[in-house]
């Protein structure tokens, strides 16, 4: 079976087919740095490495672009708030940011272009939906003429006329149109650059659709992001660069579902946001890429701290017997590189499927089960076979399953320990323990 995806352009599941044989171009929009990220933004952030990480599993080459979006009105703000510039701003909540998806265990991307080093292509690129009829200068500032696109809406299957019904926008008498959306914004607070337009900054949707086209010179396979950008970030996105170039930018949009807070919306401006600091203080943070892993990522989740519990629970359970087989194989001085194939397949099958993380953690719970039953019956043959399985899926999730091999001296401790527990000799029992612990074998 090969791989298949929900493609939200077309609203369908789709063969994945890629424009160069086992090579995959993918841009995931990043953060506005005014502000830490909470746990809902970094689901996109989790969900998209576990996506690279599965293709390169696969044998694709991937190249994964994902950006900082550091010039925005809410930069401006904070930087007004915490009376230092927006590029002090933009510094340490991107640098924060960076620590908190190394904490997530996310890989680095290939990538992270900043919407400020991409300015003058910003401007061409403007000058460019000028030139041809797409865009219109009104006092400083530049509009995307929406009515122009015959298309506008494909993206959130909705036409111009429903758009404007439906509108909630303020009234702006520059517009020609209620739904033409900014591409260069007039300023005379905060940073800003000069332009033919005058002086001021580039609009947010502006900015990642020119970052991709310098980055990747025409069509990529994958554009994708938190379910919220789909419209009008992405939407818009897809206007320009078809006005401009004649394509849709991707072939696939992928959006991830939204996490909430017991049942609403997080909200960093109304403060009932968790964020990565917290988890990693509390020892929480495996437990919440495990969530994450293995919730389907277009489903809405329901944060809570129990939730989060009950995955620790299985993570826990998941990697408790791994280190007990990995123990026992390694006493008994078993090694090998095979993995039990019926179980990889039906791992790929699940994946294949949309990513069906669910069924793939009903799988992991079962060859845990399977681990269990064969450290009982001492089949060491079989044993060795489930416990790098486990640890090739995990690999693919980012999930770590570690074991230190002992060495003579730690053996010698790991015997010294069983004979004080069978002598009843706890406080000796106890001392070898805490080394064990330590060295990683308990």
């Excluded at 310098?214 to 992001?225: Q, R, S, T």
């Excluded at 968790?274 to 989740?301: M, T």
Aim: proline share 2%; charged share 25%; glycine share 4%.
């Amino acid at each position: 079976m090969s791989l298949k995806v929900y493609n939200s352009l077309t609203n369908k599941i789709e063969e994945f087919k890629t424009i160069k044989e086992k090579e995959v171009t993918m841009y995931v929009c990043g953060p506005t740095v005014y502000n830490y990220i909470h746990i809902g933004n970094a689901r996109p952030v989790i969900f998209f490495d576990v996506f690279r990480r599965y293709l390169e599993f696969l044998g694709y080459k991937v190249t994964y672009a994902s950006n900082i979006t550091d010039v925005d009105d809410k930069i401006i703000a904070q930087a007004i708030k915490e009376h230092v510039s927006e590029k002090e701003i933009a510094s340490k909540y991107a640098e924060a940011f960076f620590n908190d998806v190394k904490a997530l265990n996310s890989k680095q991307c290939d990538f992270t272009p900043h919407a400020t080093d991409y300015i003058p292509q910003m401007i061409t690129f403007i000058q460019g939906l000028i030139d041809c009829g797409y865009a219109y200068e009104a006092d400083g500032d530049v509009y995307f003429r929406v009515t122009k696109l015959n298309d506008y809406g494909v993206l959130s299957n909705q036409n111009t006329e429903q758009l404007e019904s439906g509108a909630r926008i303020k009234v702006n008498d520059k517009k020609e149109n209620p739904l033409d959306f900014t591409l260069w914004k007039k300023t005379t607070e905060g940073i800003m650059w000069d332009s033919p337009f005058g002086k001021g900054r580039p609009g947010w949707h502006t900015e990642c659709v020119c970052m991709i086209d310098d980055l990747f010179k025409g069509m990529i396979d994958v554009h994708g992001g938190g379910f919220d950008l789909k419209f009008p970030h992405h939407e818009n996105e897809i206007a320009q660069s078809e006005a401009l170039h004649h394509h849709k930018i991707a072939n696939y949009y992928m959006h991830v579902g939204r996490v909430d807070l017991d049942g609403e919306k997080m909200s960093k401006s109304k403060g009932n946001v968790i964020n990565i600091p917290f988890l990693q203080e509390k020892g929480l943070l495996e437990a919440y890429r495990f969530l994450i892993c293995f919730s389907h990522y277009r489903v809405q989740v329901n944060f809570s701290l129990d939730l989060l519990e009950q995955f620790k629970r299985d993570l826990d359970k998941i990697k408790r017997s791994f280190k007990q087989a990995s123990l026992e194989l390694d006493l008994a001085d078993v090694s090998s590189n095979e993995v039990v194939e019926s179980d990889i397949n039906s791992f790929i099958s699940y994946m294949n499927d949309d990513f069906n993380t669910p069924n793939v953690l009903t799988l992991l719970l079962q060859i845990t089960k399977d681990i269990n039953v064969l450290l009982r019956s001492k089949d060491n043959t079989n044993l060795v076979l489930k416990v790098n399985t486990l640890k090739t899926i995990f690999d693919v999730f980012g999930l770590k399953l570690e074991y230190q091999k002992m060495n003579q001296e730690t053996k010698q401790i790991y015997f010294d320990w069983n004979e004080a527990r069978i002598n009843k000799d706890f406080a000796k029992a106890d001392l070898l323990r805490d080394k064990l612990v330590e060295k990683g074998v308990l």
